[in-house]
């Protein structure tokens, strides 16, 4: 009589481990988190600040103008400045702990300038200036976030707060964040990108001719001038 065997197949190679889906509030490590979120369904968000899991809620509709006009803001700039990238929602893997997705990022790109690489298509490394649209996320953005910024190396930090309608704009300074001065005229003036001007108010009420305005008049700076003669090496 025939015998048959009811073992399983025999398998070659490792097995595979089993990626669990990421939720809000877990406990990981950069590799770790990076290959959960690869592994997640298409369309899904979520940063790794200071070793922990942080999963987005649903955008509301001021959140989604003013992050336009943030990354409108940034990519002006960055046409107006060879050497410098202006980024929408990239990932940039910072270090063992951090793992984020900022709103906006601003990098310097060109060689032996800026402290970012690209790997796999990822930034690596601490972004130069990185902006965050903050509503239900602010608790996050101006404490835990601006904290692992701050320690990993990110130069400058803006935050647009939407509940209040505040605008933060923070320095590094010997390491530690400071707030970047408002000049008389009520304009904020980036100290690691010259030319970079901000007005708040105009920001707030959503003018954006008046925004696009002090941006060109930034960029018409001799300072503006210089930093680009600088990242061309001439």
Wanted: charged fraction near 25%; proline fraction near 8%; glycine fraction near 10%.
């Amino acid at each position: 009589m025939a015998s048959f065997s009811h073992s399983p197949p025999a398998r070659h190679g490792p097995i595979e481990p089993l990626l669990l889906p990421l939720e809000n509030g877990d406990r990981l490590d950069q590799k770790s988190f990076h290959a959960r979120y690869e592994a997640m369904p298409k369309g899904f968000r979520a940063e790794l600040v200071g070793g922990i899991v942080h999963v987005p809620s649903p955008l509301k509709r001021s959140h989604g103008r003013n992050h336009g006009t943030v990354i409108y803001w940034l990519k002006e700039y960055e046409f107006a400045t060879p050497g410098v990238e202006a980024y929408d929602n990239a990932t940039a893997i910072i270090s063992d702990e951090n793992e984020p997705q900022p709103d906006g990022s601003l990098l310097i790109v060109a060689p032996g300038h800026g402290q970012t690489r690209e790997e796999d298509g990822y930034i690596v490394g601490a972004p130069e200036l990185t902006a965050e649209i903050a509503a239900s996320s602010a608790s996050i953005d101006l404490h835990a976030k601006r904290r692992e910024y701050e320690r990993e190396g990110v130069k400058e930090y803006l935050v647009v707060q939407l509940q209040s309608f505040r605008v933060y704009w923070f320095v590094s300074r010997q390491g530690r964040f400071e707030d970047l001065p408002v000049g008389a005229d009520g304009i904020l003036r980036s100290e690691v990108f010259p030319g970079l001007w901000l007005d708040p108010a105009a920001l707030e009420r959503g003018d954006g001719p008046r925004l696009r305005a002090v941006l060109h008049q930034g960029l018409a700076t001799p300072e503006h001038a210089a930093f680009v003669a600088r990242l061309r090496g001439t």
